[in-house]
């Protein structure tokens, strides 16, 4: 029991409900829309996503800790480190770390290769793609995390809205469609909201350590209003999903979840310590989880009504 909540710790479990809720609305999308649901094609996909998150995880972990944006955060006061710490703690070696990071990798790749058995070879390359954003974030030679250009934000939307989305309904149905790539944006942009904010906690650390995120590039102030307006654009799609019949109308409920969250940014200033934050980062987690989950309950009571 030690060890599994030390694993459990190491790869940052508890934030496995961004990649879950994408995958389970590729799923009851299929089903609301199509009828149709393989259950046990769905739980090798949802097992096979979730090792992929803990894998993005652990390697950024990983090479952060080589790359001392780890350290650069210890030494800096004003920041609050986002990583597990137990590279840059010492409770665990390197190679160790690293082969638990591969072993989940592993257990995706099975799971990818066996949902491509049933469902064709798309699943297997969407997997890999989005592997391959998860490793060359912060990976040399490309760490296009670090490059401060929106890189970072667009392979979020991508590895926690589109790509588990539309995956998944594939799996399902071996068909793409538009109504998923639609039903992706709201959840996928509040993902991508999650990350951007918590660039927030460090961002001191990460310019003196050469981490060029878009809030080190832009300064606090201009990047808290692009902050605002992803947050906008985010419901801004859901009420698309909305009009153009992608979910049903009661699932405007979840518009209801941004309220916290605005209210939060109406306690920031333009310049803020980085404690300031920690509540933004908490309503971003919230109103993405309680977001996507009320968009999930909307399409499975719409697939049971129908």
């Known amino acids: 029991m030690d060890k599994l909540k030390l694993w459990m710790k190491a790869s940052r479990f508890r934030v496995l409900p961004v990649m879950v809720i994408p995958v389970l609305l590729g ?5 609301a829309w199509e009828g149709v649901f393989h259950p046990l094609l769905f739980i090798v996909t949802l097992l096979g ?4 998150h803990l894998f993005s995880n652990m390697i ?8 001392g944006v ?3 955060a210890k030494e800096t006061a004003a920041a609050i480190s986002t990583n597990s710490g137990f590279l840059a703690g010492g409770m665990m070696s390197e190679r160790t770390f690293s082969f638990a990071t591969w ?6 790749v099975a799971c990818g290769i066996t949902v491509s058995l049933f469902s064709g070879w798309w699943p297997l390359v969407i997997g890999a793609l989005g592997a391959l954003i998860a ?4 990976a040399p030679p490309l760490k296009f995390g670090y490059l401060g250009k929106g890189y970072s934000e667009i392979a979020i939307l991508l590895s926690f809205g589109i790509l588990p989305v539309m995956g998944t309904y594939y799996v399902q149905l071996e068909q793409f469609d538009v109504r998923p790539l639609l039903l992706s944006l709201p959840i996928g942009l509040l993902t991508t909201l999650i990350l ?7 961002w001191q650390a990460d310019r003196s350590a050469g981490k060029r995120t878009l809030v080190v590039v832009w300064g606090e102030k201009k990047a808290l209003v692009f902050s605002r307006w992803l947050a906008i654009f985010a419901y801004v799609s859901l009420l698309l999903c909305v009009v153009l019949q992608v979910l049903p109308w009661y699932a405007l409920l979840a518009v ?5 969250l605005f209210r939060v940014y109406g306690t920031l200033g333009e310049r803020n310590d980085s404690r300031a934050y920690l509540p933004l980062m908490g309503a971003s987690l919230q109103a993405s989880v309680r977001c996507g989950a009320l968009m999930a309950l909307s399409l499975l009571l719409q697939g049971l009504l129908h």
């Open 49 to 52: 996503a979730a090792c992929t």
């Open 135 to 138: 490793y060359f974030y912060v």
């Open 60 to 67: 950024n972990d990983l090479w952060d800790f080589r790359n």
């Open 256 to 260: 209801f979840t941004a309220i916290k």
């Open 196 to 202: 951007f904010n918590h660039h927030f906690l460090h």
């Open 103 to 108: 072993g989940l990798f592993a257990v995706a």
């Open 70 to 72: 780890d350290s650069a």
């Open 27 to 31: 799923g009851v999308g299929a089903y």
